[in-house]
């Protein structure tokens, strides 16, 4: 039986011309050229393999599980207990936001706002057409 060998271009090994199984190396080539990605993509080593294969490993180690579910549980606790010892938080109103509305009927002493009693001490403190800072 005659061998003819059919090189590649890349100086890969040579395969018999009249061989029923494909290469996959020049049909993922060849995939790779037709969507127009180059062909001097970075392969992954074999040593990177085994890299990720021993991380893997560790993940899926019940000591990981188990220690991950330790730390969210006391996590949960130790939040819920800053949540209960917290300070409460002031809402922020209109008033903080926007600033405060003067009395219609000011008679010229400080006065108070129209929405939330505050005393207007200054110009400043009075709502104008932008937010405050």
Excluded at 20 to 38: C, H, K, T
Excluded at 85 to 93: D, L, Q, S
Aim: charged letters at 25%; aromatic letters at 6%.
């Amino acid at each position: 039986m005659q061998e003819n060998m059919d090189s590649d271009k890349e100086g890969r090994s040579p395969r018999p011309a009249g061989s029923d199984q494909a290469d996959p190396d020049v049909l993922r080539d060849l995939i790779q050229q037709s969507r127009g990605v180059p062909l001097n993509v970075q392969r992954i080593t074999s040593q990177e393999v085994q890299a990720l294969k021993v991380k893997q490993r560790k993940e899926d180690n019940p000591v990981v599980a188990i220690t991950r579910a330790f730390t969210g549980f006391f996590s949960g606790i130790f939040s819920a207990i800053g949540g209960i010892f917290a300070g409460p938080v002031k809402k922020k109103t209109q008033c903080d936001i926007y600033g405060h509305v003067r009395p219609k009927d000011w008679d010229g002493s400080y006065p108070t706002c129209v929405n939330c009693g505050i005393e207007i001490t200054s110009e400043d403190m009075l709502r104008g057409a932008t937010a405050k800072q």
